[in-house]
């Protein structure tokens, strides 16, 4: 069970060129489109993950998040880095768990999405900006607290859960 979370959303320089239209935030309530209101879905996304995850997990954990927004050469640097890897990707995710005591971990995560990928991915995925925007989030919230797809096992759980948050949140069933 996921006991308290702390989430901080930011973005690299580019982020005045962010501007979604209105269609891609399909019926959310939002008065302008731009960084503020990228931030303040990304928060709405992080919460509703973290209701359902608990309703799923025994195990009580604080999670503190930092979810970072960035161009194509930043993640490409990134990639490189920690994963020897010579080109961009369109997440990466990164975290620590510190044991705090028998029942209870903190798990500090930072998750890297790149805007400039999922500009690319959407029209090949058919999806819009917020479906995918959506998606990489939560695939990174649950790198984030241990869920992975090294094998056909993990992957499937890891697939399952992806697909349950993204439904109940109102997008179609991406595996």
């Known amino acids: 069970m996921l006991k308290e979370i702390d989430v901080h959303v930011t973005c690299c320089a580019w982020r005045k060129k962010v501007i979604l239209k209105s269609e891609d ?6 008065s302008s489109t731009g960084f503020s209101d990228i931030k303040r879905y990304t928060y709405e996304v992080v919460n509703f993950a973290f209701k ?3 309703s799923i997990s025994t195990h009580h954990h604080q999670l503190r998040l930092a979810i970072v927004l960035c161009g194509t050469r930043k993640m490409h ?16 995710s990164f975290s620590q768990v510190i044991k705090n005591d028998e029942n209870s971990d903190e798990i500090v995560g930072d998750i890297y999405i790149c ?15 917020l479906h995918r925007f ?3 989030v ?3 919230i649950l790198h984030t607290i241990g869920y992975d797809h090294d094998n056909q096992n993990d992957a499937d ?19």
């Open 134 to 136: 959506t998606q990489l």
């Open 52 to 54: 359902h995850l608990n």
């Open 115 to 129: 805007y400039k990928s999922i500009e690319e991915e959407i029209h090949e995925l058919n999806m819009t900006f």
């Open 25 to 30: 935030f399909q019926n959310l309530q939002l």
């Open 138 to 140: 939560v695939h990174g």
């Open 77 to 92: 640097a990134l990639n490189k880095t920690y994963r020897n890897l010579d080109k961009s990707t369109n997440i990466l």
């Open 157 to 175: 759980k890891m697939e399952s859960t992806e697909d349950t948050i993204m439904s109940t949140l109102g997008f179609p069933k991406f595996y």
